[in-house]
């Protein structure tokens, strides 16, 4: 058990939803840290999703992740990066569907689409400490305390 920091991202397809996924981070015991609205340009979008440059879907990602707002949250709680992926669930929503109803990828996500699958989560610690900057270049955070003293997860 450790206390983390996530990054989590609603995107364009989803923002509507904001609330209802919200409401989920919260019954789920996250911390929202901090929160950032913003519409990504093409060269921010193709610097976020850089490892998938040049996979079939990469264009169409960039095209989808700068269509409209999305909503950047950093998340703490015990565990948060696994804590995180489980809750939104597989990437493709039509899978999430089948394997995982309550996920919110099968709930908010678009079954015909594989990339609009409605939200976004770390899932590393190195990625997870690359996206937070990226969203948040200004904020210094604090280390994150556990029992055994000061000890920075993320
Ligand atoms: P995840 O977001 O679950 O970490 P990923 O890193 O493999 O998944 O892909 C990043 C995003 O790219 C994903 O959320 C949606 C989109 N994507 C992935 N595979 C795709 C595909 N086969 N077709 C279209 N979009 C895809
Ligand atoms: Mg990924």
Do not use: C
Request: proline share 5%.
């Amino acid at each position: 058990d450790k206390i983390q920091r996530t990054l989590a991202m609603i995107k364009p397809d989803a923002i509507d939803n904001s609330p209802d996924i919200e409401k989920v981070i919260m019954d789920e015991g996250f911390t929202v840290v901090e929160r950032r609205r913003v519409r990504l340009t093409r060269p921010e979008a193709e610097e976020f999703y850089g490892e998938h440059r040049g996979k079939s879907f990469y264009s169409s990602l960039i095209e989808y992740m700068t269509s409209g707002e999305v909503l950047a949250l950093i998340l703490a709680g015990d565990d948060a990066i696994t804590h995180w992926r489980k809750v939104l669930g597989p990437t493709q929503v039509s899978r999430a569907r089948e394997e995982a109803p309550e996920s919110i990828r099968a709930r908010f996500g678009d079954p015909d689409n594989d990339s609009n699958n409605a939200v976004h989560g770390s899932d590393s610690v190195t990625s997870a400490q690359r996206e937070i900057k990226f969203f948040f270049p200004d904020l210094t955070l604090e280390p994150v305390l556990t029992g055994e003293g000061a000890k920075e997860y993320l």
